[in-house]
């Protein structure tokens, strides 16, 4: 949640750019009342931030939720992707490795001290993203590079698995792997795939697996 300044910096912006209320609700297809004088002092949910970032994609998201820095962004800002990384934790951890072995569980949290940090990624606002994580190696180059965040959704029945798609797979010997999951020999394994040439295929037992994500996004930063 944001805090509720947010609301009077945002009116401050419309005011500015000469937006109504009415066409401010119009463009980001939120309910009228949120910008109600009654209501100032209340938050803004993330789902409605997403929704505001899409729209006035000029308004710097930075301004509009800490108040630091100016309200519009610099024009040599690269706006197709974009990430800000928010203290408020309305947007997608982005967690340590070793801290989420165990997602395939039923009763699978993350915890606050796992989380580096909290992104708000617009291009991701319509996705169910459970978490994301760093890459780490070569094995799947060149479709990923050592380095790159993937944004991971949580496969909650392996029926639904999407063959040779990459997916993140957390194992009880190998801890987490990232790879392209095809069909095994048996209905018992499942064959991981790099889309490095220089790493072999592996079978996998599936008394091995702990958890399947499916990877739906990816982050590269040069």
């Keep these: 949640m944001i805090i509720a300044s947010t609301k009077c910096r945002l009116l401050e912006y419309l005011e500015f750019k000469g937006i109504s209320r009415t066409e401010f609700y119009e463009k980001t297809e939120i309910k009228r009342g949120l ?8 938050t803004i949910s993330d789902i409605f931030l997403a929704k505001i970032i899409a729209v ?4 710097c998201v930075e301004w509009l939720i800490t108040g630091r820095g100016e309200m519009l962004k610099s024009s040599n800002l690269e706006n197709d992707i974009e990430i800000i990384k ?10 340590e490795q070793l801290a989420i072995a165990g997602f395939g569980s039923a009763n699978f949290s993350i915890s606050e001290r796992d989380v580096k940090d909290y992104y708000i990624i617009p291009k991701f606002k319509y996705l169910k993203i459970d978490f ?3 890459i780490c190696g070569s094995s799947m180059y060149p479709k990923y590079n050592s380095g790159d965040i993937v944004a991971c959704t949580i496969i909650r029945e392996s029926k639904f698995i999407q063959w040779n798609k990459c997916h993140v797979i957390a194992t009880r010997e190998q801890g987490l792997l990232v790879k392209r999951i095809k069909k095994g020999d048996t209905r018992e394994t499942i064959l991981a795939v790099s889309d490095n040439l220089d790493y072999d295929p592996f ?6 697996v702990t958890g399947i994500a499916l990877v739906v996004g990816v982050i590269r930063l040069e």
Excluded: H, Q, R, T
Excluded at 86 to 95: Q, R
């Design 35 to 42: 910008l109600d004088k009654d209501k100032l002092e209340a």
């Design 56 to 59: 006035f994609k000029d308004l």
């Design 86 to 95: 928010v203290n408020s934790k309305p947007g997608i951890p982005l967690v």
């Design 132 to 134: 994301m994580i760093e």
């Design 203 to 208: 079978i996998i037992p599936l008394s091995e």
